[in-house]
């Protein structure tokens, strides 16, 4: 009897997107799309700003997977990229799931990059990578936010690994770096997560950000939590989160953004009504 042929069952997807300056507002061209990553018709709740979501129908990553996303914001442009739901990674059978994003900001351009938490359940083998590349009179707020198993089910990230790299360039020198190696040992080490199966950053970068902006984010963070704002440049200020929970993450990025938003790009928070749903 002849063998049955085997399909390939990973996806591999790219997406890449450029926010172009309109005459009145700024415009999402589609630069080019590859398999289950595409986005929505841009929204305008703030007549110029483009807000844009990513969406990956197959709702779930698994080992062997490979997805990519491309944004370019263009000269004096103003762009909130965001997700509708948060990105599931499930139980690897040996092979690594990778993701790769590349975000570049021209000058004068202002780029949100708000996705949902990733969810890594047990088992699974994620390698992520985020290149940003910006100049030094363009905006950024960017935040990554990773749940390690289910906390609300009392499911452990008991077993698999989670590799992921953050980069900052501005001008082409690298600005902040963030490499994480997660597993079950790390997130128990007590100079790791320390238990905590949740944790998020987020960068605030703009050229001129005010110089009481830290002591403002500061007051902003809900006493007890395990928050820490830093601004190790004068143009960007960095913040970390640990916790139990991706509700209590979700309110603490949202607040400091909140208050943030009007430093770094001169206007005030608008969130996506799909953050509502």
């Not at 061209?29 to 929505?40: A, D």
């Not at 360039?169 to 490499?179: E, K, P, S």
């Not at 960068?203 to 984010?217: A, C, E």
């Not at 990025?253 to 208050?259: G, I, P």
């Amino acid at each position: 009897m002849a063998q049955a042929s085997v399909l390939p069952r990973n996806w591999s997807a790219y997406l890449g997107l450029d926010f172009l300056s309109g005459t009145e507002r700024t415009l999402m061209v589609p630069r080019r799309r590859c398999g289950p990553l595409s986005v929505q018709r841009p929204f305008y709740p703030e007549s110029d700003c483009c807000h844009v979501y990513l969406l990956h129908p197959p709702g779930g990553v698994v080992g062997g997977d490979q997805l990519d996303i491309e944004l370019d914001a263009w000269p004096d442009t103003r762009a909130l990229v965001t997700t509708p739901g948060a990105a599931k990674f499930y139980l690897s059978a040996g092979q690594t799931a990778r993701v790769g994003q590349a975000f570049k900001v021209a000058p004068r351009a202002s780029l949100e990059y708000l996705p949902q938490e990733n969810i890594y359940f047990p088992g699974a083998r994620v390698a992520a990578a985020t290149e940003v590349d910006l100049v030094p009179d363009s905006s950024l707020v960017l935040w990554e936010k990773h749940c390690f198993g289910r906390p609300a089910n009392r499911e452990r990230f008991d077993h698999g690994q989670v590799t992921s790299s953050l980069q900052l360039r501005r001008d082409g020198r690298l600005l902040f770096v963030d490499h994480q190696r997660i597993d079950p040992v790390e997130i128990e080490r007590a100079s790791g997560l320390r238990g905590n199966p949740v944790f998020a950053t987020l960068l605030l970068y703009s050229p001129d950000l005010p110089d009481d902006l830290v002591d403002g984010l500061r007051d902003q963070i809900i006493p007890g939590s395990l928050c820490a704002v830093t601004r190790p440049e004068p143009q960007l200020v960095v913040v970390r989160y640990l916790g139990q929970s991706t509700a209590e993450a979700d309110d603490c990025l949202v607040r400091l953004w909140q208050y943030a938003r009007p430093a770094i790009n001169g206007r005030d928070a608008c969130a996506p009504r799909i953050w509502n749903t």
